[in-house]
């Protein structure tokens, strides 16, 4: 069992800067891939960012590929997500997941958090 808690979520300017942050417990951490994903208002949940058990490995969805960076620290049972030149279209409440394979498809995650809301004002 993993449990998920994010953080770091508020009210920012376009083209500032947050940082998520996700804290498991659990002693398995460091085997699961962690996830982010996003669910903007009457939208489905997206993919943000991935990465692999050990950090070597991350993947990220096209629409902030070199804008955020996901990062873990198995030490700390810790995973975030920097977010930079934030832009409205980026307005959702950001999940944390853990799962078996590094991808993008949701169904490869079994434990998620309940979410942290980013609002990105124009």
């Known amino acids: 069992q993993v449990q998920l808690v994010e953080s770091g979520g508020r009210l920012v300017q376009a083209g500032g800067s947050l940082r998520l942050s996700c804290a498991a417990s659990?002693?398995?951490?460091?085997?699961?891939?962690m996830g982010w994903f996003r669910q903007a208002p009457g939208k489905e949940r997206e993919f943000v960012a991935v990465i692999n058990w050990s950090g070597s490995s991350t993947y990220y969805a096209d629409s902030v590929k070199g804008r955020f960076t996901i990062s873990r620290d198995n030490a700390k049972n810790t995973v975030n997500l920097q977010m930079n030149s934030l832009k409205p279209e980026d307005t959702a409440v950001y999940y944390c997941?853990?799962?078996?394979?590094?991808?993008?498809?949701?169904?490869?995650?079994?434990?998620w958090g309940q979410g942290t809301q980013v609002t990105v004002s124009s």
């Open positions: 659990g002693r398995t951490f460091s085997s699961y891939a």
């Open positions: 997941a853990a799962g078996s394979r590094a991808t993008n498809y949701q169904r490869h995650y079994s434990y």
